[in-house]
């Protein structure tokens, strides 16, 4: 296959794949190990489940994007699983083409676009559930920010920490709406 045509088609893989590929090319995981990842390194802007996780190492070992290992641990089966150079490959040529696609999707926004239909009382409190969440992650970006800024020696821990940084920034506006919100709505009659 061609460069090029390699390009379009990575560009219109699920990302499920580049996350995969992504976190092995760090380190070898487990499947539950990979979910446990995305869970709390990469929850603040991207999300997977067991159900996209597993389907997908499927199809990436059968392309020969990685490889499995199965090995017993503690008495239990376990599968390992590594990227192998085709997949570094693989992965590289999605990063270096062009976004296609950010998006940024709160059911808490859905729900105010369309506040109107059950009023201020209620909109008041998606927003108030809003703030509390956020007021609850933002420690853990701070955390983050705070930790990785002194592991810069590192090339990865910068990029990790660009990341955090955007997170921080983002959660600390979106507090600022919540506020501002709380505003505009005192003028709304209560319905």
């Known amino acids: 296959m061609a460069l090029e045509e390699r ?3 990575v560009a ?3 990302k499920i794949d580049q996350v995969i590929l ?4 760090h380190e070898s995981l487990t499947g539950y190990e990979m979910k446990k990842r995305i869970d709390t390194m990469l929850k603040y802007f991207w999300s997977a489940s067991y159900g996209s996780i597993y389907p997908a190492l499927n199809i990436l070992e059968k392309e020969g994007l990685v ?4 090995t017993k641990e503690n008495g239990r089966d376990k599968i390992i699983y590594t990227i192998t150079d085709e997949g570094k490959i693989h992965l590289k040529e999605w990063l270096e083409l062009p976004v296609v696609k950010d998006e940024l999707r709160y059911e808490t926004m859905l729900k105010l676009f369309f506040g109107c ?3 201020k009382n209620i909109t008041l409190t998606h927003i108030q559930n809003f703030e509390d969440k956020i007021k609850s992650e933002l420690p853990y970006l701070q955390g983050a920010v705070n930790t990785l800024s002194h592991l810069q020696e590192e090339d990865t821990h910068k990029y990790y920490m660009l990341t955090a940084m955007f997170g ?3 959660y600390k506006a979106y507090l600022e709406w919540c506020e501002e919100a709380r505003k ?3 003028g709304v009659e209560n319905e």
């Open 184 to 186: 505009v709505l005192d």
């Open 7 to 9: 390009r379009v088609t």
């Open 22 to 25: 992504g976190l092995l090319s």
């Open 67 to 70: 490889s499995k290992c199965e």
């Open 117 to 119: 239909e059950v009023g």
């Open 12 to 14: 219109n893989e699920k």
């Open 168 to 170: 921080e920034k983002v």
